[in-house]
């Protein structure tokens, strides 16, 4: 039997500066548990001065397999409740 690879996908949030503080953390501390405690996930949010075209927020991005996005995208959204 053909084993199948896991579907890879991304997720693309505009996030102020604000926001963005929040989402990495003290010295990344935030930003660095969400990937440990959902392995397979990848989170990166643009520098401090890169910001979406025509707008004045970041771009925060998370990728890997299906099941580690929804994972850790849930997890975003509790840190902002």
Request: charged share 20%; aromatic share 6%; hydrophobic share 45%.
């Amino acid at each position: 039997m053909e084993s199948v690879a896991p579907q890879k996908v991304m997720v693309k949030f505009l996030v102020s500066k604000v926001l963005a503080g929040i989402f990495i953390g003290s010295g990344g501390k935030n930003i660095t548990e969400l990937t440990e405690v959902v392995p397979g996930a990848k989170v990166s949010i643009s520098g401090k001065d890169e910001f979406y075209p025509g707008t004045g927020d970041r771009v925060m991005v998370i990728s890997g397999d299906i099941d580690s996005v929804v994972n850790v995208n849930a997890m975003v959204w509790e840190m902002l409740s």
